[in-house]
């Protein structure tokens, strides 16, 4: 998709709220843990060594932005991720992190000299 220049400030306004909610930690960890599949608030905050409190507050904000879904089973309610874009973004990322850690280890390793 390409994205009009300039680009409109509602749409500036989205963008921005988007990273600000993958700006916290605790999400991007929710988000790796829901990449094998839906999980209970449960089982999430089980396997970060989280409080349910927390692991619910940071899924809420996740679904209200449309990255989660949820389905309710019993007593239970399962959260999955629909937006896969989201993946797309980390892997950019994490691409970008990766060659800033290596020009910087190449920098450190020159100046050892």
Known sequence: MKLPHPLPDDLVELIARRFRVLGE???IRLLD????????????SEALS????????HLAVL?????LGR???GNYVYYRIV???VFTLCEDVCGSVQQQ????SKLV????R
């Open 25 to 27: 930690p605790m999400r």
């Open 33 to 44: 843990q829901l990449r094998d599949g839906e999980a209970t608030v449960g089982e999430l």
């Open 50 to 57: 989280a409080s349910q409190q927390n692991v619910s507050k």
């Open 63 to 67: 679904s209200d932005v449309g990255i």
């Open 71 to 73: 389905r309710k089973e």
């Open 83 to 85: 937006d896969e874009g």
């Open 101 to 104: 850690l290596r020009t910087l």
């Open 109 to 112: 390793s020159g100046s050892a």
